[in-house]
T-cell receptor
Framework: KNEVEQSPQNLTAQEGEFITINCSYS?????LHWLQQHPGGGIVSLFM???GKKKHGRLIATINIQEKHSSLHITASHPRDSAVYIC?????????????FGTGTRLTIIP | SQTIHQWPATLVQPVGSPLSLECTVE??????LYWYRQAAGRGLQLLFY??????ISSEVPQNLSASRPQDRQFILSSKKLLLSDSGFYLC???????????FGDGTRLSIL
């Protein structure tokens, strides 16, 4: 079993729909990261959170430490949101934040 | 502002040839540096990380090595490439402490 599991693996939705991507982890962490990988391969860090909820524009990330679960939500989805969304966790090694990654969720938004 | 440069963007190499991928960071000092690989259809895997000049930690046994000759320069190398070294290689940096990582644009390596 992978230390970081994401669901669904693939998601196709119509423009405007509310999107939820889930991430569960089985190890102790210091933070959870949500990353976005564009078709060309470049990766952008969307959120880093260790508790509660963060919002940036139409994107919302939540984490429940007790349940070891995080969700990434996209409101009013748009075709430009089409990308692979990757959940990653950083361990508690002081001074070095190695990331362990989920396998990603491929999101396709249809106009 | 900080920027990260990674090159080349694409590379096609024959089996058995050497490899050198370079990554440089601007606008920050003493960053943590990372090399990741993403094999086709698979998730990202940490290959090496460095917390300072000359300090390299390897995460998985492999055919590759890394070096950090300068504070903001990270190099991924191989003496003899294998077919299994094909993939998408990403360099990243972060500041000390639990901070977001910032990724380069990646190098797509194909071994023939």
């Amino acid at each position: 079993k992978n230390e970081v599991e994401q669901s669904p693996q693939n998601l196709t939705a119509q423009e405007g729909e509310f999107i939820t991507i889930n991430c569960s982890y089985s190890v102790g962490i210091s933070a959870l990261h949500w990353l976005q990988q564009h078709p060309g391969g470049g990766i952008v860090s969307l959120f880093m959170l260790s508790s509660g909820k963060k919002k940036h524009g139409r994107l919302i990330a939540t984490i429940n430490i007790q349940e070891k679960h995080s969700s990434l939500h996209i409101t009013a989805s748009h075709p430009r949101d089409s990308a692979v969304y990757i959940c990653a966790v950083s361990g508690s090694n002081f001074g070095n934040e190695k990331l362990t990654f989920g396998t990603g969720t491929r999101l396709t938004i249809i106009p | 502002s900080q920027t990260i440069h990674q090159w080349p963007a694409t590379l096609v190499q024959p089996v058995g040839s050497p490899l050198s991928l370079e990554c440089t960071v601007e606008g920050t000092s003493n960053p943590n540096l990372y090399w990741y690989r993403q094999a086709a259809g698979r998730g990202l895997q940490l290959l090496f990380y460095s917390v300072g000049i000359g300090q390299i930690s390897s995460e998985v046994p492999q055919n590759l090595s890394a070096s950090r000759p300068q504070d903001r320069q990270f190099i991924l190398s191989s003496k003899k490439l294998l077919l299994s070294d094909s993939g998408f290689y990403l360099c990243a940096w972060s500041t000390y402490g639990n901070q977001p990582q910032h990724f380069g644009d990646g190098t797509r390596l194909s071994i023939l």
